[in-house]
Structures are given as C-alpha cells and as structure tokens.
T-cell receptor, first 116, second 112 residues
Framework: GAVVSQHPSRVICKSGTSVKIECRSL??????MFWYRQFPKQSLMLMAT?????????EQGVEKDKFLINHASLTLSTLTVTSAHPEDSSFYIC????????????FGEGSWLTVV | GNSVTQMEGPVTLSEEAFLTINCTYT??????LFWYVQYPGEGLQLLLK?????DKGSNKGFEATYRKETTSFHLEKGSVQVSDSAVYFC???????????FGEGTQLTVNP
C-alpha cells in the first residue's frame, strides 16, 4: 500500500509556543490530505481538509487561526498549532487520498502533542 | 448524510476464537467500504477494502464482504491471535468524494 509519514511522532512544547507537524505522502501525489484529532478511547475527529495550492477547509468548531494548515506541494501538508495550550495536547493524525487505488485513504503514524 | 454504525465494544475473546465485528452503513450512491485497524499509540492502518457490491476484501486472515442488500460490511476472522488486539474502524467514501465517514471504532482484546 501507499505510505504516509508524519513527523514528529512525539513532541513536547511549552504553553504559548507554536509547533509544526508534517505529513508527507512518500510514494504518491496527494491532492487532498486530511487532519484529524483523536481523544483517548474515541474515534477520529476531522479537523480540516487540506487541498494542494488552496486554503484548507475547516470543520465547524475548529479554529483556523489556531490550527494553521498549509499544503504547499502534492506530497506535503503541515499543521501548525499556534499559541499552544495544555488542552491542545492530543494525538493528531493525517491522511492522504490516493486516487490511484480507487480513492483509498492512507494514514500517517500519528503525532503525540503534549503541551506543558 | 452518510453514516457508519459499528457494534459496540469492547469485545474480549480468547485466542483462536472466531471474530465478527458488525458494520452497517447509510450512504447515497455506491460507496467504497474500508476496515482500518489502530494498534495502541499508533495511526490507522488500512486492513482491507471493497469497492463494489459483493466484493470481498481480505488481509491477514480478516475478511469482509460488501453486502448492498443489507448495507453491511461485517469484519470476520476465523481464529484471532493476541496480536490482533486493537481498535477496528469501519469507514466509507462516496464514489465521487474523498472524505471518510467513520464508525465509532470497536476495541478488540484477545486473551491468551
């Protein structure tokens, strides 16, 4: 299957700082990538849809100024959590749409963010 | 809108037991159906998929058949192992879309 890689897998940052998480499709071009947040023992919550070369589409209730998404190339999308607070601590997962395999979605390994 | 309903967990089985995790869906058109598995602390891995009615997806001993008449995509495995302990998510994508609709996930624990 296709490979999607996230980096970093774990990050600790201080309150008030910003942290960037990268999502790369390693062996295919992804015009669309998705960012999710997952709370313990819950399903994934879609935060935003990232389209290459255009602005991301955010889900209702997600602060676009706090969670900045950039999809600068067909293989890279980034999520920047700005002015992080402890309540932003969570597991963030990206995914990418691979139309070459019947529109299958592949996920990254996830990134654990801890804000102290 | 689209929706996916999974059987509630957690599910606890003994090793070598038979596994069924039920999944039913509501969608317009002809969606593609997926099962993803999430091991503790990790992202989601595609387990299997089916893109049209009567297709059977299979991988690592797991199987699921796309049943349009019952709008179901139940996951089965004949003999589970301890290493199968994980959370399993059923999901769908509309034919013309790229956004996944997830079920709530089912926690499976397999005891030795």
């Amino acid at each position: 299957g296709a490979v999607v890689s996230q980096h970093p897998s774990r990050v600790i940052c201080k309150s008030g700082t910003s942290v960037k998480i990268e999502c790369r499709s390693l062996d295919f071009q992804a015009t669309t990538m998705f960012w999710y947040r997952q709370f313990p023992k819950q399903s994934l919550m879609l935060m935003a849809t990232s389209n290459e070369g255009s602005k991301a589409t955010y889900e209702q209730g997600v602060e676009k100024d706090k969670f900045l998404i950039n999809h600068a190339s067909l293989t890279l999308s980034t999520l920047t959590v700005t002015s992080a607070h402890p309540e932003d601590s969570s597991f963030y997962i990206c995914s990418a749409s691979y139309r070459g395999q019947g529109n299958t979605i592949y996920f990254g390994e996830g990134s654990w963010l801890t804000v102290v | 809108g689209n929706s996916v309903t999974q059987m509630e967990g957690p599910v606890t089985l003994s090793e070598e037991a038979f596994l069924t995790i039920n999944c039913t869906y509501t969608a317009t058109g002809y969606p593609s159906l997926f099962w993803y598995v999430q091991y503790p602390g990790e992202g989601l891995q595609l387990l299997l998929k089916a893109t049209k009615a009567d297709d059977k997806g299979s991988n690592k001993g797991f199987e699921a058949t796309y049943r349009k008449e019952t709008t179901s995509f139940h996951l089965e495995k004949g003999s589970v192992q301890v290493s199968d302990s994980a959370v399993y998510f059923c999901a769908l994508i509309e034919t013309s879309g790229s956004r996944l609709t997830f079920g709530e996930g089912t926690q499976l624990t397999v005891n030795p």
